[in-house]
């Protein structure tokens, strides 16, 4: 069984700084692409962006320039590095993992979430 669990949310000052952190663990052969998405109450879940397994980001636009992705392939972690944060960052963010089993399949994993408030 797999499982991803993110930490690092919390409440911060407009223009603060956050870390979220998702780690997968479970039987895990590779994993290919990982997302962060965030939600706010009664909206549809946004992605904010994607790295792939070589390292390779995109973002959505509102985010470009103080939102920054990485990733720990050793210890299959992946970050969300967030600067110059505005409350209209505030949101549930989740991760997402395309993870490879040891029996080849493909399978897409979640964390649970974790709330990010930008408030003052």
């Known amino acids: 069984q797999v499982q991803l669990a993110e930490s690092g949310g919390g409440l911060v000052q407009p223009g603060g700084s956050l870390r979220l952190s998702c780690a997968a663990s479970g039987t895990i052969l590779s994993i290919n692409a990982m997302r962060w998405y965030r939600q706010v109450p009664g909206k549809q879940r946004d992605l904010v962006g994607t790295?792939?397994?070589?390292?390779?980001?995109n973002y959505k636009d509102s985010v470009k320039g103080r939102f920054t992705i990485s990733r720990d392939n050793a210890n299959n972690t992946l970050y969300l590095q967030m600067n110059s944060l505005k409350p209209e960052d505030t949101a549930v963010y989740s991760c997402?993992?395309?993870?490879?089993?040891?029996?080849?399949?493909?399978?897409?994993?979640w964390g649970q979430g974790t709330q990010v408030t930008v408030s003052s």
């Open positions: 997402n993992a395309d993870v490879r089993l040891p029996t080849w399949q493909l399978r897409t994993y």
């Open positions: 790295i792939t397994s070589s390292g390779s980001t």
